[in-house]
C-alpha cells in the first residue's frame, strides 16, 4: 500500500496503536465524566467498530484457515498439536488457580431473586452434543451466525481438499485471503475510535454503582485473572522457551489484551490477534489455524468465572468442598469452558453445571448466573482480555520453541 499524501494522515498513522488506543480510553473516560448524555451518543461508534470486527472475523478465519491448508507445502511443520497442549495446559491451570484463590479468600453471595430466561445445559453430554452439532452445521449459516466450531471444520475441510486443485485455483483463494486480510486492517485502524464510544457509552449508562455489593467476588474473580495472566502463563511460556517470557507476555496483554478488555468478544479479537501475530514474525500457517482455534476452546479466563462463582454458591450455602470434589471442578470447569462458545451465553450459562456437583438446584444456579451478568461489564471484560491475549502468547511461544519464526522478530520479542 502506498503512504497516504495528506500530512495529518501520515502523523496519524506514525503514533502506534496501542498509543491511541489509550487516547481513545482516556477521552472516553473524559467525556463520560463531563457530558454523560454525549457519551452515550459516542457509544454508537463503539457499536459501529465490534459490529465490524464480528462481521468480518468469521470471514477471515474461513479464508485464512482454508489458504493456509490448501497452500501449505508437505513437510513444513506447523506446530498446531504443542499449541493445543498449552490450551488445554492453560484452561486447567486457570480452573486449579480458581479453586485456590476461593479457597484462600472464601466469598458468599447475595442471591437475587431475578435469574436470566436463558435455559443451561443439562449436562456435559449436552454440551458435547451442542459441539458436534456446531461442527456438522451449514458453512454460510456458521458464518452468518459466528459459529466458530463449524467455520473451522468447513475451513479444514476445503482447505484439505483443495490441495489437490490446480494451482491457479490455489492462488484465487490466497489472493481472496490477502485481500480480506487487508479489509481487516481497515477496521483495526479505527480501533481507538471504537475503544472511545465503548468507553464513554459504558460509563456514561451503567457506571460501576451496581458492581459495589459484589466488590469481593470481583477482587478474587480478577486477582485469579492476574494472576494467571503475570504468573502461570510466564511459568508455562518459560517452560516453552527457555528464557525471559515477561517482554512476550507484556505485548500479548498491550496489544491484545486492551482490545479484548473493551470488545467483549474472542472472536472480534481474531482479527487484531492474527495482526499481532504477523508483527511478531510467526509462522502464517501455523497462526491462521491456532488463532481461531484459541478463539473457540483457550478458555482460561471462562474457567476461572465458573469456578470461582461456583464454590462461592457454596459457600453461600454452607456446603463444604473437599480436596477430590476440588480437583474434580477443576476438571470439569476446564472440559465445559473449552465448551462456553457452543452454548449461547458463554461460560456464565456453565455455572449451572458445575453448580450440580455439591447438588445445588438449577433455580438457585441460574441465581448466581443473575449475579454473573450484574458484574458481567467488569468480569466478562477481563475474562476476553485474558482468553484472547493467551491465544497470541502460546502461539507465539511455540514457534518461539520450535524455530518457527523469522529471526529479527524474534530478536525484537
Known amino acids: 500500500m502506498s503512504s497516504p499524501s495528506n500530512p495529518l494522515v501520515r502523523a496519524y498513522l506514525r503514533v502506534g496503536l496501542v498509543t491511541q488506543i489509550l487516547f481513545g480510553l482516556i477521552a472516553g473516560c473524559l467525556l463520560a465524566w463531563l457530558h454523560p448524555q454525549a457519551a452515550v451518543s459516542a457509544s454508537l461508534l463503539g457499536d459501529l467498530f465490534v459490529s465490524g470486527l464480528k462481521a468480518v472475523a468469521p470471514v477471515l478465519v474461513f479464508v485464512l484457515v482454508t489458504a493456509s491448508l490448501a497452500n501449505h507445502k508437505r513437510g513444513q511443520p506447523t506446530h498446531i498439536r504443542p499449541i493445543l497442549l498449552l490450551y488445554a495446559l492453560g484452561t486447567l491451570g486457570a480452573a486449579s488457580v480458581a479453586v485456590i484463590a476461593s479457597v484462600l479468600f472464601p466469598t458468599t453471595l447475595t442471591l437475587v431473586s431475578q435469574a436470566s430466561d436463558a435455559v443451561p445445559p443439562s449436562g456435559v453430554g449436552a454440551v458435547l452434543k451442542t459441539l458436534l452439532f456446531s461442527i456438522v452445521d451449514n458453512p454460510v449459516n456458521a458464518i452468518l ?8 471444520a468447513w475451513a479444514i475441510g476445503l482447505g484439505f481438499a483443495f490441495r489437490h486443485a490446480r494451482p491457479s485455483t490455489r492462488d484465487l483463494v490466497a489472493d481472496v485471503a490477502e485481500g480480506v486480510t487487508l479489509i481487516v486492517k481497515v477496521v483495526i485502524r479505527f480501533a481507538p475510535l471504537g475503544i472511545f464510544g465503548l468507553v464513554a457509552g459504558t460509563l456514561a449508562t451503567s457506571g460501576f454503582s451496581a458492581l459495589a455489593g459484589y466488590f469481593q467476588l470481583l477482587l478474587v474473580l480478577l486477582g485469579a485473572m492476574l494472576f494467571m495472566a503475570f504468573v502461570m502463563n510466564p511459568l508455562i511460556v518459560f517452560w516453552q522457551i527457555r528464557r525471559n ?147 497470541v502468547l502460546f502461539t507465539a511461544a511455540s514457534c518461539i520453541a520450535h524455530g518457527d519464526i523469522d529471526e529479527g522478530a524474534e530478536r525484537r520479542v
Not at 491484545?256 to 514474525?281: D, H, K, Y
Not at 476461572?304 to 459457600?315: G, M, P
Not at 456464565?348 to 448466581?368: E, K, R, T, W, Y
Open 145 to 152: 451466525s459466528g459459529n466458530f466450531i463449524g467455520i473451522l
Open 245 to 391: 517470557p515477561y517482554p512476550l507476555v507484556l505485548t500479548c496483554l498491550r496489544e491484545s489484551g486492551i482490545t479484548a478488555f473493551f470488545t467483549r468478544s474472542s472472536a472480534a479479537n481474531i482479527p487484531v490477534n492474527m495482526q499481532l501475530c504477523e508483527r511478531l514474525g510467526l509462522h502464517k500457517d501455523t497462526y491462521s489455524v491456532s488463532i481461531p482455534l484459541g478463539a473457540t476452546i483457550n478458555m482460561g479466563g471462562a474457567a476461572i468465572t465458573i469456578t470461582v462463582l461456583t464454590l462461592a454458591a457454596a459457600n453461600t450455602l454452607g456446603i463444604v468442598v473437599d480436596v477430590p470434589t476440588a480437583i474434580l471442578l477443576s476438571l470439569l470447569a476446564a472440559v465445559c469452558a473449552c465448551g462456553a462458545s457452543g452454548v449461547a451465553g458463554g461460560s456464565l450459562l456453565l455455572i449451572p453445571l458445575a453448580c450440580s456437583l455439591f447438588g445445588i438446584s438449577n433455580d438457585l444456579a441460574m441465581q448466581v448466573v443473575a449475579v454473573g451478568f450484574i458484574i458481567g461489564v467488569v468480569q466478562d471484560s477481563a475474562e476476553t482480555a485474558l482468553n484472547s491475549s493467551t491465544d
